[in-house]
């Protein structure tokens, strides 16, 4: 299993949950397991083209990737963060 930290701005759709747990031996494969149990989130951090939306980061440890396709080991730590705009 993954462990996934989800911001803020995404705890809407995990029930308030900021850290999960998730299966795959990919980010896009995590992500889809974590869109099976909590909808909507995988559209909010990947676009239409299958591509991590510009204001969205990925982080698997420390290492940044924009990948879907990017390996994941089992107790890897994929962070998700989100830019926050205001005026």
């Known amino acids: 299993m993954t462990h996934v930290l989800i911001p803020s701005q995404l705890t809407s759709?995990?029930?308030?949950?900021t850290r999960l747990e998730?299966?795959?031996?990919?980010?896009?494969?995590v992500l889809e397991d974590l869109d099976a149990r909590f909808p909507g989130l995988k559209f909010r951090v990947i676009d239409?083209?299958?591509r991590v939306r510009r204001?969205?980061?990925?982080?698997?440890g420390r290492e940044e990737t924009r990948s879907?396709?990017?390996?994941l080991a089992a107790g890897d730590e994929l962070l998700i963060f989100g830019a926050l705009s205001g005026g």
Do not use: K, N
């Open 68 to 71: 879907l396709a990017a390996p």
């Open 13 to 17: 759709y995990t029930g308030g949950e």
């Open 48 to 50: 239409e083209q299958d």
């Open 22 to 29: 998730a299966a795959g031996s990919t980010v896009g494969a």
């Open 55 to 60: 204001h969205m980061r990925l982080y698997v």
